[in-house]
Structure formats: structure tokens, C-alpha cells
């Protein structure tokens, strides 16, 4: 009986420690702690402004960035930017897709994630940066953004998701009752003009 | 019994082994850090799933039946909440969102939290942090404020091919934009068929005041 317990006891040991090499993290998923991680979300110097983009551009012979457009093959064949690489973001973190960012890091190549807005590409921007691929910027506004054309104003669209678009304060005061033409404002004046000259007349006619 | 002994003895010989290997294996498990995050993998399904997303429609009705499961939480900056932000909402900066205050309001309780931004993006930072560390029930409002002005408080007019849903909704959508601007009461067309026979009753009160008037 005791030879039992301790086959059991040698076999139990020698399974546990299979699993629990089986289940060993392969690799840290995050490299950036919570705190890290909401510091470098909070850092603009993440998002890439079109004019960083036109530099990069005008510069024909630059081998350092890489364009990544991570919307679906369809978009991405429909139009995108110049020399862009497309990586759609539903495959984004597979092993292959990973493989190639651990390269573009060990190339210290800046890699500029795009989109057909910001919000887009936002996520896997972010997720990436916390895994430790520090070298993964987001491009403002995306490509929606970078395609229209500036009016004959010389406007261009806001590159900036997380503006105002409006004074919203301001807009609600606009909605005010008071600032409406409801039919129940339109009643009111009439209550107060009809008695005022009944009374009037009763006056001029009695007295 | 002499033999006995010496078999209980060989038995701790080779117990003693493997609980210095069972040792050795529990040295090995730390490595696995932060057991209860989420993984990146399953973070960008879920982004993908969009599973995340309340419209301003479902935020309006929220809102509107005081419904006590929802809390509405403002992720921008102090001095944009006070300029205005939505009616009940709390307002928790990104910046803030990990300090210890934030999260134990943040846990209170078993509500739905929905973070809302002017755009898309600082609510999903907020997401994206929250739900990496293991939060459940949190949700991001759609658009943002700039979206919920241009669809609650500022409704498009459904065009001339509209279908009877689209113009159902832009019904919904004024009642609800007449709440939210100062209306305070619950329009017909939002709550329950209770409130439209009040309605009716207003309707009629009109004409007798105008016979009154045009008797005397």
C-alpha cells in the first residue's frame, strides 16, 4: 500500500509539472505595465500629423518607415497610400503578422499604422505598442483624412477624432425651449391680447 | 515487522525527490505574470467583435428611463465636463482612470459602465486599459458626443425615400432631443402609450379657453 501512495504521489508530481509546462507563458504578452501603457496612450508624440507624413513622403529615397494598412483587402485594393503594406487588423496579431513586426523592430524601421479613420486603427496601434513594438506610430486622422482634398479655403479635413466638432454648450442653449417656435409659445400671446382688450372696450363703452 | 520498517523508510527516499521537484516546478509558475489579464489576441477579437459599442440611440433611452444599471462615464478633461456632458454622467479623466479612486468607483456596485469621449478615441484607450485588466460590463458610446449631437440632439431629417423605421426613429430621436433640451418631461413618442392619451387631453383644454374668451 505505501509503494502505491508513493508511485501515485511520483506520477501526480511528474503530470502537474507536464501541465504546467505546457501552459508557460511562450512569451510575456505585455511588456508595458498598466501604468506604462496608459502613459504612452496619453503621449501625442504616438500620432503621426499628415505634415510628419508629407515630410517622410518627399523624401524618395527614405527606407526607415514603413506604411501599414490594416483595413480589409478590399478597402486596401480599392485605393491606399503610396508604397503601403496591407496587414488587415482581424489578422493583425497572428504569429506571420507578428513575426514580421519583430523584424521591422529588430530593423528599427518606424512602422505608421493606418486606417480609414483614427479610431480604426487605434486599437491595434495600442495593443501592438503594449506588447513592446514601441516602434508602431498611428497616422492622424487616416486615410480618409489624407485623401480629401483641401477646399479652396485650403481647409482640410480634422485630423483631430477627439475635437469638439461643435460648441456643445452652446448648441444646447440654441435647442432651448424658449429659443423655439413650438405651437404651445405660439398660444401664449394670444391669451395675453385677447383680454386686455375686452377690457378696453368695456370701459369705453360703459363709462 | 523489521521488514516493514524498511519499506515505509524507501518510501520517504522517493518522496523526498519529487516534492524537490514539485518545488522546482512551482519556482517555474511566477514566470507567468499577471495570470488574470487579457491577452492581446483575444483584446483585438473582441475590438473586431465591436461587441463593445452602445448607439446614442440605446445611450438616449438609458438616460431618458433613468435606467439604473448604466453609468455614464466622461473620460475628458475636468473643464470639458463642466462646459457640458451628458445628464447623470460621472467624469473620470483618462488620465485618472487607473488612480485608486477612479477604480474603486469604477467597481462600486454591479453596473454596466459606458465611457464616452467627444470622438472615438479616448473612450477606447479607456476600454482597451479596463478590459486588458479583466473588467467585464464596460461599454463605449459610438461616435462619441459629436455623434450624439448629430443624432439625439440635432436628428437628420429621414429623406424622401426613408423607410418607416427611419422615420419611427427620427420620431423617437426629436421626443428624445426635446427631453435632453429642457423639456424634462417624457414625450409620447419615447415612453410608455400612458403619456400620448395625456397628450390628447392638453389638445382639448385649448378650444375651451378660446370659447371664453370670445363669449366675454
Redesign the interface.
Known amino acids: 500500500m505505501?509503494?502505491k501512495?508513493?508511485y501515485g504521489?511520483?506520477l501526480a508530481?511528474v503530470i502537474?509539472?507536464i501541465v504546467?509546462?505546457i501552459?508557460?507563458?511562450k512569451s510575456?504578452?505585455?511588456t508595458l505595465t498598466?501604468?506604462e501603457?496608459?502613459k504612452d496612450?496619453?503621449n501625442p508624440a504616438n500620432i503621426v500629423s499628415l505634415a510628419e507624413l508629407e515630410k517622410i513622403k518627399a523624401d524618395k529615397a527614405d527606407v526607415r518607415h514603413v506604411l501599414v494598412d490594416i483595413r480589409t483587402p478590399y478597402d486596401f485594393v480599392k485605393a491606399h497610400l503610396d508604397k503601403a503594406v496591407n496587414i488587415p487588423?482581424?489578422s493583425?496579431?497572428t504569429e506571420e503578422n507578428i513575426d514580421i513586426f519583430k523584424r521591422l523592430k529588430k530593423d528599427k524601421i518606424d512602422v505608421i499604422l493606418y486606417g480609414n479613420d483614427?479610431?480604426q486603427a487605434?486599437?491595434?496601434c495600442?495593443?501592438l505598442r503594449?506588447?513592446g513594438y514601441l516602434n508602431v506610430r498611428i497616422l492622424a486622422g487616416g486615410y480618409t483624412a489624407y485623401s480629401t482634398p483641401a477646399d479652396s479655403l485650403g481647409n482640410r479635413p480634422a485630423d483631430n477624432?477627439?475635437?469638439?466638432?461643435?460648441n456643445?454648450?452652446l448648441?444646447?442653449k440654441k435647442?432651448?425651449?424658449q429659443n423655439a417656435t413650438a405651437t404651445i409659445q405660439a398660444?401664449k400671446p394670444?391669451?395675453k391680447v385677447?383680454?386686455v382688450v375686452?377690457k378696453k372696450k368695456s370701459a369705453e363703452g360703459g363709462c | 515487522m523489521t521488514i516493514k520498517a524498511y519499506?515505509?523508510n524507501k518510501?520517504f527516499y522517493?518522496?523526498a525527490p519529487?516534492m524537490l521537484?514539485?518545488a522546482l516546478?512551482l519556482l517555474?509558475?511566477p514566470?507567468?505574470?499577471?495570470l488574470h489579464?487579457s491577452?492581446?489576441?483575444q483584446?483585438?477579437?473582441e475590438?473586431?467583435d465591436q461587441t463593445r459599442f452602445l448607439t446614442t440611440d440605446q445611450v438616449a433611452r438609458a438616460i431618458i428611463n433613468k435606467d439604473p444599471y448604466f453609468v455614464f462615464v466622461d473620460v475628458r478633461k475636468p473643464a470639458?465636463f463642466q462646459?457640458?456632458s451628458l445628464e447623470g454622467a460621472i467624469n473620470i479623466p483618462?488620465?485618472d482612470?487607473?488612480n485608486p479612486g477612479s477604480q474603486a468607483e469604477l467597481e462600486r456596485g454591479d453596473r454596466r459602465l459606458v465611457f464616452f469621449?467627444?470622438?472615438?478615441?479616448?473612450s477606447?484607450?479607456a476600454w482597451?486599459?479596463l478590459r486588458?485588466?479583466g473588467m467585464k460590463n464596460i461599454f463605449v458610446m459610438k461616435g462619441g458626443?459629436?455623434h450624439w449631437?448629430?443624432t439625439i440632439?440635432?436628428p437628420p431629417k429621414p429623406g424622401s425615400t426613408a423607410s418607416a423605421a427611419e422615420h419611427s426613429q427620427y420620431q423617437t430621436r426629436m421626443a428624445a432631443?426635446q427631453f435632453?433640451?429642457?423639456?424634462g418631461t417624457v414625450p409620447a413618442a419615447v415612453s410608455a402609450p400612458e403619456t400620448a392619451a395625456k397628450k390628447e387631453v392638453k389638445l382639448q383644454s385649448?378650444p375651451k379657453?378660446?370659447s371664453a374668451?370670445g363669449g366675454?
Open positions: 505505501n509503494k501512495i508513493v504521489g511520483i508530481a502537474f509539472l504546467m509546462y501552459a508557460r507563458e510575456p504578452a505585455y498598466m501604468e501603457s496608459l496612450v496619453l487588423y482581424n493583425m496579431l483614427q479610431s487605434n486599437a491595434p495600442v495593443l503594449q506588447m477624432e477627439e475635437l469638439a466638432r461643435i456643445y454648450a448648441e444646447m435647442s432651448l425651449p398660444e394670444k391669451q385677447v383680454p375686452v | 519499506n515505509m518510501g522517493y518522496l519529487v521537484i514539485l516546478g517555474v509558475l514566470g507567468r505574470k499577471n489579464e491577452r492581446p489576441q483584446l483585438l477579437a475590438v473586431n470639458d462646459q457640458f483618462l488620465a482612470i487607473l469621449c467627444n470622438g472615438d478615441i479616448l477606447e484607450q482597451l486599459l486588458r485588466k458626443l459629436n449631437f448629430s440632439i440635432n432631443s435632453f433640451t429642457g423639456a385649448v379657453k378660446n374668451e366675454c
